[in-house]
C-alpha cells in the first residue's frame, strides 16, 4: 500500500499550489482519500477529503471556498487545489486513506494508510 503526496513547494501570500496524492496496494474506489497538515508545533488538522462512492466532500472552515479536492479514479489520484494562500496555511500536508467515511472531526491518527507529506511555504 503507497499513497504519494506531492506538489508541495515556496509560494507566496495570494499564490496557488496543487498538491496530488497517488494511491496504490488498495482498492481506490473504496476508500475515503483524505488531507490533512500539520504546522510546527501544532496537531495535524484535517483539511478536506472526499468519500469513496458518492465522491461527497468536506472542508475545514479554515480553507472552505479557497480549497478545493477532485478524484480522479481512472489514475488512483486525489488533488488539492490550493488558491488564495495565506501565511497560516504554511504546513505539511499528508493524504490518508480510511474506508469509513469523509466527515468533520477526523483524526489523523484513526487511518487506514497514511503517506508520507509535502511541504507547503506560503510566504509573507
Known amino acids: 500500500v503507497q499513497l504519494q503526496a506531492s506538489g508541495g513547494g515556496l509560494v507566496q501570500t495570494g499564490g496557488s499550489l496543487r498538491l496530488s496524492c497517488a494511491a496504490s496496494g488498495f482498492t481506490f474506489d473504496d476508500k475515503v482519500i483524505s488531507w490533512f497538515r500539520q504546522a510546527p508545533g501544532k496537531e495535524h488538522e484535517g483539511v478536506s477529503c472526499v468519500g469513496e462512492s458518492d465522491g461527497g466532500t468536506y472542508y475545514s472552515d479554515s480553507v472552505q471556498g479557497r480549497f478545493t479536492i477532485s478524484k480522479d479514479n481512472a489514475k488512483n489520484t486525489v488533488y488539492l487545489q490550493m488558491n488564495s494562500l495565506k501565511p497560516e496555511d504554511t504546513a505539511v500536508y499528508y493524504c490518508?486513506?480510511?474506508?469509513?467515511?469523509?466527515?468533520?472531526?477526523?483524526?489523523?491518527?484513526?487511518?487506514?494508510?497514511w503517506g508520507k507529506g509535502t511541504l507547503v511555504t506560503v510566504s509573507s
Open positions: 490518508t486513506a480510511n474506508g469509513y467515511g469523509c466527515y468533520r472531526g477526523q483524526r489523523y491518527d484513526n487511518q487506514d494508510y
